[in-house]
């Protein structure tokens, strides 16, 4: 399955921007550059949501990042309207009854689930503070082969976990990992990152990126480099 995806399209540049203006104006900035962008949380409670119709017209995909996770029914309707947003992925979170729901709701549309195993600003101590009794290693891995049962197209993990996950798991389910920082980035909030060469030769198949590009004094050559870089890791 990796080996059909374009290498530009495999970079998805997060819309992590106050407003549509904002995502508006950085996308006209990427011009052709980026080919796939998400929507998360900040945007679209700003009246992000109708700019995956825009995208979508304009040849864009669009990831809906809601991390959705409700009792079955709420999440069932919610992904039954991301399907006719034009959304090519939305994500879940990890939980058995509502990885259940959205798989079911999806029918026979092209939307793609994501279930989130352990989000990347997350270590071993943060779970056990949570009161989760298992590591983040562990954790992953029985949310991932529950994700894989249940019929779920990928997971979004950490860079860190790509590489276990898919000997795990196979060829066939689809590896999205944020978290990636190019040399010299910094950190900023994630504790589990890796750059884009060692994500991809780990295994994922798709790198989100928000600040490295989005916060770049050239953004549109920020992309360009993570494209060039995940070029030559397949090569």
Request: charged share 25%.
């Amino acid at each position: 399955m990796t080996a059909t995806i374009n290498p530009r399209d495999r970079l998805i540049v997060a819309l992590d921007l106050p407003d549509l203006r904002a995502a508006e104006a950085m996308v006209d900035r990427l011009d052709d550059t980026v080919s796939f962008y998400k929507i998360g949380y900040q945007l679209a409670y700003a009246g992000g949501l109708p700019l995956a119709r825009a995208l979508k017209a304009a040849g864009k995909k669009v990831f809906v990042d809601l991390k959705l996770h409700d009792i079955g029914n709420t999440v069932g309707r919610g992904v039954e309207s991301l399907a006719e947003l034009g959304a090519t992925f939305v994500t879940v979170h990890a939980y058995p009854q509502t990885m259940k729901a959205a798989v079911e709701a999806r029918g026979q549309s092209k939307l793609k689930i994501l279930a989130v195993t352990v989000l990347t600003s997350y270590d071993d101590a943060d779970l056990q503070e949570a009161g989760y009794q298992l590591g983040v290693r562990d954790l992953v891995e029985r949310r991932a082969r529950q994700a894989q049962a249940f019929g779920i197209n990928g997971l979004v993990c950490s860079p860190e976990e790509a590489g276990h996950l898919r000997q795990l798991l196979g060829p066939d389910i689809l590896l999205v990992t944020p978290g990636i920082r190019p040399a010299g980035s910094s950190a900023d909030d994630q504790k589990r990152i890796m750059t884009p060469a060692r994500a991809i030769a780990a295994g994922a198949n798709y790198l989100v990126v928000g600040r490295p590009v989005i916060g770049a004094d050239d953004p549109k050559a920020a992309a360009e480099a993570i494209v060039e870089e995940i070029t030559a890791a397949l090569g």
